[in-house]
């Protein structure tokens, strides 16, 4: 004998239909909810990542002596005095002596969170070679009471016979690609006295890698 299946009305099939398309749509979003989320690393909150040197190009100027001082807007960034822990605790990748007290001030360019530790990117001048001003651009990291963990020179540019600076990168995966150039502009003489620039400069590159851990400090890996 045949089975047959009862058409239901327009009106019931309409709700039926409804409660179908909820009952999905309440399922899709549970399982967002549980879903792990990409390339997400405890990025709590700040700017985002990755953070490059084309980020700052607003310190790149120099002065009319040659000099990048740092000439920003101090109304809409923060800016801090050294204490007496910023200028005790050493600064990886540091190769020049930098001269610094309590009185000079730091830029603060950009902020991250990662595993519950606080990263500042900021930027200084401190005194160079015959006191010209360098520019440093700095990666410190902090605990959740604000205490100052480590600290990592990022960039550093000057002018003077030699020309220095670096091409930074603070990637998603938690490392920091340091590239430190040195490019020799002049010839000179027997006595290191500088003669004429020369045509073709010499240009060094070294690059070296870090890696943020969870604790907060900054590790060479190569």
């Known amino acids: 004998m045949p089975f047959f299946i009862p058409q239901l009305p327009e009106e019931m099939r309409i709700t039926t239909l409804l409660i179908t398309l909820l009952i999905a749509a309440s399922c899709i979003e549970e399982q967002s ?51 007496r822990i910023d200028l005790t605790l050493v600064t990886k990748e540091m190769d020049f002596k930098s001269k610094l007290t309590d009185q000079d001030s730091y830029y603060v360019l950009r902020t991250f969170r990662f595993s519950g530790k606080l990263f500042k990117v900021i930027a200084y001048n401190s005194a160079g070679e015959n006191d010209r001003k360098v520019l440093n651009v700095q990666l410190n990291s902090y605990d959740s009471t604000g205490q100052l963990l480590d600290k ?20 998603k995966d ?21 003669m004429d620039a020369k045509e073709i400069q010499d240009t060094i590159a070294e690059k070296c890698t870090y890696k943020i851990d969870r604790n907060g400090i900054f590790i060479k890996v190569n």
Request: proline share 3%.
């Open 33 to 83: 909810k549980t879903k792990t989320p990409v390339n997400k690393i405890a990025i709590d909150n700040g700017d985002p990542l990755p953070i490059s040197s084309m980020d700052f190009s607003e310190l790149y100027l120099t002065n009319n002596e040659d000099e990048y001082a740092i000439q920003l807007n101090t109304d809409t960034i923060e800016t801090k005095k050294f204490n």
């Open 174 to 194: 938690m490392t920091v690609d340091l590239v430190k150039y040195s490019i020799d502009q002049y010839t000179y003489d027997e006595t290191g006295g500088i």
């Open 152 to 171: 990592l020179l990022l960039d550093c540019r000057l002018t003077f016979e030699v020309e220095y600076y670096r091409d930074i990168t603070i990637n």
